[in-house]
């Protein structure tokens, strides 16, 4: 495998509290040739009939990925950085189990193509020391990617988190949501 220049201080960061819906991640994901035209990252609306709120849906790269753990094929892989890319397209056989196994949402079935595809961080920019396209597009930067000291500098009132329990299951992830400080420690009476 070729050398890359892809920096492990670098971490992607995403504030929900600041996005504001304006799709510009969505149409830049889509710029993207190796995605096929089609957006990695989402938008969704948070109660649209009572708020015009929206957060931003992209693959956490989890330590332990159940998308890549209960695909037959193994045409999910996550490598030594951590990156968990998007289905192998000689390998994908379009069974859906990693739709239905991410605790996240993530992965999406492109019917068209009976093909999984969800976002890989921008692994042909992130490896080349560059930005994933959707932090370099967003104007309120909600979508961050850089170091934790630059985001603790620029968001002092916010903690990155990237432990999530889903009953008895604890995952651990790439991707850290900024959340307020104070906001998740348990309060024992």
């Known amino acids: 495998m070729p050398k890359t220049s892809y920096n492990e201080n670098m971490e992607f960061f995403i504030d929900m509290q600041r996005c504001i819906g304006c799709h510009a991640c969505e149409m830049a994901c889509a710029e993207c040739e190796t995605n096929g035209q089609e957006s990695m990252i989402h938008i969704h609306y948070v109660e649209r009939p009572v ?6 849906q992209v693959c956490m790269h989890c330590e332990d990925p159940a998308c890549a ?14 990156v968990v890319h998007t289905a192998n397209t000689s390998r994908c056989i379009g069974c859906s189990n990693c739709v239905l196994a991410c605790p996240f949402g993530v992965p999406q079935k492109q019917e068209q193509a ?8 921008c692994y042909d920019r992130t490896s080349a020391g560059k930005k994933p396209m959707c932090a370099t597009v967003c104007p309120s930067q909600a979508l961050f990617y850089g170091t934790r000291e630059e985001i603790q500098k620029m968001r002092p009132d916010s903690t990155p988190v990237n432990k999530f329990n ?12 900024m959340m307020p400080k104070g906001s998740t420690h348990l309060k024992v009476h």
Not at 114 to 121: A, G, T
Not at 169 to 176: A, D, P, R
């Open 69 to 82: 753990n209960v695909c037959p094929a193994d045409a999910i892989t996550k490598d030594e950085f951590g």
């Open 166 to 177: 889903f009953g008895q299951e604890e995952v651990n992830t790439k991707v850290n949501i």
């Open 114 to 121: 009976e093909l999984m595809m969800k976002c890989n961080l």
């Open 51 to 56: 708020s015009v709120q929206t957060t931003v």
